[in-house]
């Protein structure tokens, strides 16, 4: 769906960031993407659970397991350097020589992501012949294209940023994402990228990044795939000049983390490969969070619910359907279900007093909630996801490889 | 895809059949469908794994439980009776009261099952009030009107009928499906009914039909959703005068089951909403039946996948990412992919020598074979599924509740 949103400037005090065309994409396109901290900064990230990964995921694995501690992150689109066996190992090591040496850094010191197309190998010679270019751009007015070098079928920028005090000091999260589709919540399922300017030690940043990511980027779903290159980096370079965060602090440092993920969520999904509406799907009543996680999955991947919003269709026997293949035990005759608010089903019958006209003028509103009750206990969920039109098929039918 | 395959008429000795409008479709389409035995049959049933489930469902579950000896089945389209309480429970009473006084049975030896929209309560006084009729037209001549009387979405009649000598007796094995929305595996997903004239025990029947079910029916996916409604009902009245089957026996008659179940799940594949393509995914290599086919359903469900088939596209890239993705711990160095008898992945690269205008002559085909190894044991599996077009979202978006 086209939202005329701002895309704030996620710039941090203490990064500097680029983005440029070196080949891999035609026409000039942005395709190579730098950010530099100008000190150590302690990262943390969160990884697809594809067991088919990029050789670029596993080179962020393998680094912040050794050593939390980067300098950099480099990101190309165009091409996703997977299933292309050595020769995509060859690629990172390749890639991080030659920027280690361009930023006189180790290699171990930067992080790898890849995004675009599958089983090619990785021209990486065209993204070392961008290096001392890319290097030469980078400033702390780089940010946009450095979103911009992300793209791949998005058709939107996606930038956010927070601000907040901590202790006196001000302290800043900003972020840029791609991803509209391959899709699909419980991983890392796009590539996400935040930076901020405080000080946190790396036990703390991934439990707060962990925090983070459930609710937002692990709670979407375009279309139920997931990819073999997703993830989602922070890094923390203490700019800022805080003393670590403690305790205490955690909770407003998470808060802006998530604020964050969920802007970006959010215009993934609003970019979702031919979306024309954001659906909330919620699910209350649940006997725990990961059963009313899995019936708003069974919903919000529901071709027939999906197809149906698209059709602005108040189709409940669908959605009533998809809750009860989920695999979740629930009892047909507790479910409620209402749609942006109108009560359409009661105890599993259709609703007493539902009015069809009032229901199909709510259907027309961009933003669909569907709010399922399963009357079984008291965790709830929720699923974000985007309809299934004309243009979901165009665009995947017509992607050539 | 349309086909133009003959139908053959599916008349089993022994028993008669009819299908009439008695008003739940407009225009007079035929909306319900009677098969009557002319002596006791014995009966076996596989029903929808959906927690959420049709008192039709639960009807023919309770009869089969308690006696699986029956006399008829009545099946109606254009309503569901599905989410609509304690009404629901009722009609099927209604209809059974109504049908067993017309043919002279008990309310029990009847089986009912419906399709059509969720949550709009039958109206159960059409169908009785159309029985008389019905059973006027019940002729050994009325199995193509009893057929076309349980369609809905169907753009095809879908009928099998199978042959076969046993014992120096004439074993003929008929029956009519629906489906073509809806369809998952591991589920009697759609509406089947299965008619022999040969004599045997419920014990062995039920144990026949689980067996013919597995690889068949339970081996589709149109879209990977999973009615409230669907089942698989197969009875056996022993007309052909052979004595009851034995072990020795039923290997044959297994495979005469199975026979016209694969025709009708292939008829239904091929009526997939929007189909333009029959596609076999095969896994071998695995370590169980049960992880080939959960990698299976993973590629066979991948809307990438579906939309790439559907644009004539051989994107490995989709169909590795969605082995990948299936929960199944697989090697990636060790997959290999073949589409339509071209080698295309080996060990999870690209394989050589791979020519691009061959692959994309070969995606023209109707028929796509996407053959996949894991290399990690001998086990095997295959599901069937269908492209992933415009006409599936025009269908589904426009239907309406």
Not at 49 to 59: E, F, I, L, M
Not at 87 to 102: D, F, H, P, V, Y
Not at 138 to 146: P, Q, R
Request: glycine share 10%; hydrophobic share 40%.
């Amino acid at each position: 769906m086209k939202k005329k949103s701002n895309h704030p400037n996620p710039a941090v005090p203490g990064f500097k960031a680029a983005g440029l065309n070196c080949g891999l994409k035609a026409k000039g396109a942005l395709d190579l993407t730098l950010v530099v901290s100008d000190r150590p900064a302690v990262a943390a990230g969160v990884f697809t659970k594809n067991r088919v990964r990029s050789p670029s995921v596993v080179w962020c694995e393998q680094t912040l397991r050794k050593n939390p501690e980067v300098r950099a992150v480099v990101v190309n689109s165009g091409n996703a350097n997977a299933c292309t066996g050595a020769q995509g190992t060859l690629a990172c090591k390749e890639i991080a020589n030659s920027l280690a040496g361009e930023l006189k850094i180790q290699p171990r010191q930067l992080l790898i992501a890849s995004t675009g197309v599958i089983g090619v190998p990785l021209p990486w010679e065209k993204i070392v012949s961008g290096v001392p270019a890319l290097n030469k751009k980078l400033s702390s007015k780089g940010w946009m294209d450095a979103a911009r070098g992300i793209m791949t079928t998005d058709l939107t920028l996606k930038t956010a940023r927070h601000a907040f005090k901590l202790n006196g000091r001000n302290i800043v999260v900003g972020g840029f994402a791609k991803g509209s589709g391959m899709i699909h919540p419980n991983m890392a399922t796009m590539l996400g990228f935040l930076f901020t300017n405080a000080a946190v030690d790396a036990k703390t940043l991934k439990t707060a990044l962990r925090q983070a990511v459930d609710p937002t980027f692990n709670s979407i779903t375009v279309d139920g795939e997931v990819s073999t290159n997703d993830c989602v980096l922070c890094l923390a370079n203490g700019a800022a000049g805080n003393p670590p965060l403690r305790k205490k602090d955690l909770p407003a440092f998470v808060e802006a983390l998530t604020q964050v993920c969920r802007s970006l969520a959010r215009q993934i999904i609003e970019d979702g490969e031919g979306a024309t509406k954001f659906i909330t799907v919620r699910v209350g009543g649940a006997r725990s969070v990961k059963q009313a996680r899995q019936v708003a999955n069974s919903v919000a991947t529901s071709s027939l619910v999906k197809t149906a919003v698209f059709g602005e269709d108040p189709n409940w026997g669908r959605i009533i359907c998809a809750v009860g293949y989920s695999g979740v035990p629930v009892n047909q005759n507790r479910i409620d279900i209402s749609l942006n608010g109108l009560p359409l089903v009661r105890q599993g019958e259709i609703a007493p007093g539902v009015s069809q006209p009032r229901l199909k003028s709510r259907m027309k509103k961009k933003d669909i909630l569907i709010d399922i009750g399963l009357g079984q206990g008291r965790a709830e969920a929720e699923i974000y996801t985007c309809d299934f039109s004309y243009d979901y098929v165009r665009i995947n039918a017509e992607y050539t490889t």
